[in-house]
């Protein structure tokens, strides 16, 4: 693999030392390092070690100097085909989050702070993967920036247990008993309660020495100043050493009796904490963020309430009245470390992510209605599916309310979304919403099948690398699209067009529908209530089409005619409608003589009606959606077509017959029609010859 890590600069310090770490680990392991920062004292070391540094200036709150390095970064991505970026700062994840946006790169970030809430961090939960540092930072990310828990990885911070040696306290205490704060210079590290701490502690412990480790940046020298003189105040300038920025941690630990840990805010993990514990340092620590999860109360360290001096003070002086105490502490953290914080863990653990990122993804279908075109397109979906197996893919399809029944048994979908345009996903706030719940998700591909303006907006909403569909209007949000040919084609060829840009061909029909037992025997229940036997052989009739489109139904008097003829032939006939059907089949029934058919109008849902479609032995209806149910099913249809046309609306499949006239206003695509003559052309006795041809075969 090829692995960019982007940091503000490669100066001492926690994510400067792991991002080195893990340099030379990748580098050890075969696999191309490269680190982009704004420079610093180990680049060297980092260049030594066989990566690769690129100095950018990537380490300014600009916004002017953000934009400017994007396509800089983006360069030496494509130069060095870079498989994963991992950011580890804000700003570099920002220009990193873009770049990868231009070269579609895969994008991982590691939170090593307790960020506010504010639009600036927010690009951290904007990764494929997130790597927290402890359990604080996992929730914070999740209930604070909407990052799904499914994104969110933790990894440590570890330990080199070949630089940290483990030293007893016992062999280390000598008359002086040193007392060491190890962090940058800033408010938020607690330094003016460690020394009021070590001011009161200094009252029972006369040889004690203060040292404090790390320096103030060039905007919080006013704090460093004030730190200086607090100590001078309480009387502590000959007991307290200022160390400044130090190399050498290692030495630094060899040397204390004791570290002392004051954060005020919240600790995203505390990696001094394990190295001290590694090096054999006793811990007393604030109860904060990520520190809870390495210091077990009273096991491996003592934790205090943040900005309590007191507190710290009697800690400090309850470890150094009680050697076997410090030497108890020391030693089960060093076992914890172990276990827990090791170096080659968190290498392992780190390039699991990477290729995880690499090896899994998330694919999203699109396809909200009609019920009919829902139907159509289960071909699609399993032949996505088979393009794109488990367990390295997921499929999630995003259906309208009144369709997702259809859908509930699919096996080759993993997620089913549903969404509601009528209710809660109504107007621009909806779809906004929706959007972000796409987001938060984090799909790697869109296959558009519904290719509409809301369809292919949400497409581009979800922030998809990839979204395929038809170049329609506002096709532009797709950046893999196709011209929608004008010459006519069949829906499942039309479907296999956007399939083709995912190398997928159009081999065979497979539509399929997925009744549960329940729905089969639900019907067979019901005939068994009209007394049908089960040699017994019976024609579904669907009333209608549309209340919406009235030009696409038969004429009620034509099924009249229709079913009485075929009583004579001894062939049960059985209704199907939905509850405004009801109606026209109480007319229908009352006017016929001698037949006697089954009124399942109302009476089922969609999957019951597939597993009665299934038990016909043939299925007569227009363009509908119980048409493409037949289909699906494999039983043999008659459709019946008039303002619309049957080339582009139903599945090429060999078992059934399609009646249309040809008119020369016809197909017109309209709803409402004065003559309604392309239905009454079609005559109940040419239905049933087709029926008879039908059920010859």
Same mark, same amino acid.
């Given at each position: 693999?090829?692995?960019?890590?982007?940091?503000?600069?490669?100066?001492?310090?926690?994510?400067?030392?792991?991002?080195?770490?893990?340099?030379?680990?990748?580098?050890?392991?075969?696999? &191309?390092?490269?680190?982009?920062?704004?420079?610093?004292?180990?680049?060297?070391?980092?260049?030594?070690?066989?990566?690769?540094?690129?100095?950018?200036?990537?380490?300014?709150?600009?916004?002017?100097?953000?934009?400017?390095?994007?396509?800089?970064?983006?360069?030496?991505?494509?130069?060095?085909?870079?498989?994963?970026?991992?950011?580890?700062?804000?700003?570099?994840?920002?220009?990193?989050?873009?770049?990868?946006?231009?070269?579609?790169?895969?994008?991982?970030?590691?939170?090593?702070?307790?960020?506010?809430?504010?639009?600036?961090?927010?690009?951290?939960?904007?990764?494929?993967?997130?790597?927290?540092?402890?359990?604080?930072?996992?929730?914070?990310?999740?209930?604070?920036?909407?990052?799904?828990?499914?994104?969110?990885?933790?990894?440590?911070?570890?330990?080199?247990?070949?630089?940290?040696?483990?030293?007893?306290?016992?062999?280390?205490?000598?008359?002086?008993?040193?007392?060491?704060?190890?962090?940058?210079?800033?408010?938020?590290?607690?330094?003016?309660?460690?020394?009021?701490?070590?001011?009161?502690?200094?009252?029972?412990?006369?040889?004690?020495?203060?040292?404090?480790?790390?320096?103030?940046?060039?905007?919080?020298?006013?704090?460093?100043?004030?730190?200086?003189?607090?100590?001078?105040?309480?009387?502590?300038?000959?007991?307290?050493?200022?160390?400044?920025?130090?190399?050498?941690?290692?030495?630094?630990?060899?040397?204390?009796?004791?570290?002392?840990?004051?954060?005020?805010?919240?600790?995203?993990?505390?990696?001094?904490?394990?190295?001290?514990?590694?090096?054999?340092?006793?811990?007393?620590?604030?109860?904060?963020?990520?520190?809870?999860?390495?210091?077990?109360?009273?096991?491996?360290?003592?934790?205090?309430?943040?900005?309590?001096?007191?507190?710290?003070?009697?800690?400090?002086?309850?470890?150094?009245?009680?050697?076997?105490?410090?030497?108890?502490?020391?030693?089960?953290?060093?076992?914890?470390?172990?276990? &827990?914080?090791?170096?080659?863990?968190?290498?392992?653990?780190?390039?699991?992510?990477?290729?995880?990122?690499?090896?899994?993804?998330?694919?999203?279908?699109?396809?909200?209605?009609?019920?009919?075109?829902?139907?159509?397109?289960?071909?699609?979906?399993?032949?996505?599916?088979?393009?794109?197996?488990?367990?390295?893919?997921?499929?999630?399809?995003?259906?309208?309310?009144?369709?997702?029944?259809?859908?509930?048994?699919?096996?080759?979908?993993?997620?089913?979304?549903?969404?509601?345009?009528?209710?809660?996903?109504?107007?621009?706030?909806?779809?906004?919403?929706?959007?972000?719940?796409?987001?938060?998700?984090?799909?790697?591909?869109?296959?558009?099948?519904?290719?509409?303006?809301?369809?292919?907006?949400?497409?581009?909403?979800?922030?998809?690398?990839?979204?395929?569909?038809?170049?329609?209007?506002?096709?532009?949000?797709?950046?893999?699209?196709?011209?929608?040919?004008?010459?006519?084609?069949?829906?499942?060829?039309?479907?296999?067009?956007?399939?083709?840009?995912?190398?997928?061909?159009?081999?065979?029909?497979?539509?399929?529908?997925?009744?549960?037992?329940?729905?089969?025997?639900?019907?067979?229940?019901?005939?068994?209530?009209?007394?049908?036997?089960?040699?017994?052989?019976?024609?579904?009739?669907?009333?209608?089409?549309?209340?919406?489109?009235?030009?696409?139904?038969?004429?009620?008097?034509?099924?009249?005619?229709?079913?009485?003829?075929?009583?004579?032939?001894?062939?049960?006939?059985?209704?199907?409608?939905?509850?405004?059907?009801?109606?026209?089949?109480?007319?229908?029934?009352?006017?016929?003589?001698?037949?006697?058919?089954?009124?399942?109008?109302?009476?089922?849902?969609?999957?019951?009606?597939?597993?009665?479609?299934?038990?016909?032995?043939?299925?007569?209806?227009?363009?509908?959606?119980?048409?493409?149910?037949?289909?699906?099913?494999?039983?043999?249809?008659?459709?019946?077509?008039?303002?619309?046309?049957?080339?582009?609306?139903?599945?090429?499949?060999?078992?059934?017959?399609?009646?249309?006239?040809?008119?020369?206003?016809?197909?017109?695509?309209?709803?409402?029609?004065?003559?309604?003559?392309?239905?009454?052309?079609?005559?109940?006795?040419?239905?049933?010859?087709?029926?008879?041809?039908?059920?010859?075969?």
């Amino acid at each position: 693999m090829n692995i960019l890590q982007i940091l503000p600069e490669l100066n001492v310090g926690g994510v400067e030392t792991g991002t080195l770490d893990l340099a030379k680990y990748l580098v050890r392991a075969g696999h &191309k390092a490269i680190v982009v920062s704004a420079g610093g004292d180990l680049v060297r070391e980092l260049e030594s070690s066989g990566a690769v540094h690129y100095q950018l200036s990537v380490n300014k709150k600009s916004l002017f100097t953000m934009i400017k390095t994007v396509p800089l970064v983006a360069q030496v991505i494509k130069k060095e085909q870079i498989d994963i970026v991992h950011a580890r700062s804000r700003v570099p994840a920002w220009i990193a989050y873009f770049a990868c946006r231009k070269t579609r790169c895969v994008f991982i970030t590691t939170c090593h702070g307790y960020y506010s809430k504010h639009i600036f961090s927010y690009v951290m939960g904007w990764a494929k993967r997130v790597i927290v540092l402890s359990n604080v930072i996992a929730r914070h990310m999740i209930e604070d920036f909407s990052v799904a828990h499914e994104r969110i990885r933790l990894i440590p911070r570890s330990v080199d247990l070949e630089r940290f040696k483990y030293l007893s306290p016992d062999k280390k205490r000598k008359k002086e008993f040193n007392v060491g704060m190890i962090a940058r210079m800033t408010p938020i590290k607690g330094h003016l309660h460690f020394i009021k701490a070590m001011a009161r502690a200094s009252r029972t412990i006369p040889q004690l020495k203060i040292w404090i480790i790390g320096d103030a940046p060039s905007s919080r020298q006013g704090y460093k100043e004030q730190i200086q003189v607090l100590v001078k105040r309480l009387g502590l300038w000959h007991n307290t050493q200022f160390l400044g920025t130090q190399r050498d941690i290692p030495a630094i630990l060899a040397h204390l009796d004791l570290l002392v840990v004051p954060t005020t805010t919240q600790e995203a993990f505390g990696r001094v904490i394990i190295e001290a514990q590694a090096a054999g340092v006793p811990v007393i620590a604030t109860k904060v963020g990520g520190i809870v999860d390495i210091i077990e109360e009273g096991k491996t360290g003592l934790l205090v309430s943040p900005e309590d001096h007191t507190a710290i003070a009697e800690a400090t002086i309850k470890i150094f009245k009680d050697p076997a105490l410090a030497r108890r502490l020391s030693e089960s953290a060093l076992e914890k470390v172990k276990e &827990k914080y090791n170096l080659e863990l968190m290498f392992k653990s780190t390039l699991g992510v990477y290729k995880d990122a690499l090896e899994n993804f998330k694919i999203l279908i699109i396809k909200f209605s009609s019920l009919g075109d829902i139907i159509l397109s289960t071909n699609a979906i399993k032949a996505i599916r088979e393009k794109f197996p488990l367990p390295h893919y997921k499929i999630s399809l995003l259906v309208s309310d009144e369709c997702k029944e259809v859908l509930l048994g699919c096996p080759y979908i993993d997620e089913l979304l549903v969404c509601d345009f009528k209710n809660k996903d109504k107007g621009l706030k909806g779809l906004l919403g929706l959007g972000a719940i796409l987001r938060k998700k984090y799909f790697d591909k869109v296959v558009d099948l519904q290719n509409n303006q809301r369809s292919h907006l949400l497409s581009r909403l979800s922030l998809a690398l990839e979204r395929y569909g038809y170049d329609k209007k506002f096709g532009f949000l797709l950046n893999y699209r196709i011209k929608d040919k004008k010459p006519i084609i069949d829906p499942l060829t039309h479907q296999f067009r956007i399939l083709k840009m995912l190398g997928i061909e159009f081999d065979r029909i497979n539509l399929e529908l997925w009744p549960a037992l329940g729905d089969q025997n639900y019907i067979e229940e019901l005939f068994s209530s009209e007394w049908v036997s089960k040699n017994q052989r019976f024609v579904g009739i669907n009333i209608s089409a549309s209340r919406k489109w009235l030009t696409k139904n038969w004429p009620l008097s034509y099924i009249t005619r229709l079913c009485e003829e075929l009583s004579r032939l001894d062939m049960r006939v059985i209704i199907t409608g939905s509850e405004k059907d009801l109606d026209d089949a109480n007319i229908l029934i009352s006017s016929l003589k001698s037949a006697k058919p089954i009124n399942a109008c109302g009476k089922t849902t969609v999957n019951q009606l597939a597993a009665l479609i299934k038990r016909c032995s043939a299925y007569i209806s227009p363009d509908s959606a119980p048409l493409h149910i037949a289909a699906a099913v494999g039983t043999p249809f008659i459709g019946l077509f008039g303002p619309t046309d049957p080339r582009r609306h139903i599945a090429p499949v060999k078992n059934c017959i399609v009646i249309k006239k040809d008119l020369s206003c016809s197909p017109c695509y309209k709803p409402k029609c004065k003559s309604k003559k392309c239905m009454q052309m079609i005559s109940h006795q040419e239905v049933l010859e087709a029926l008879d041809k039908l059920l010859a075969k």
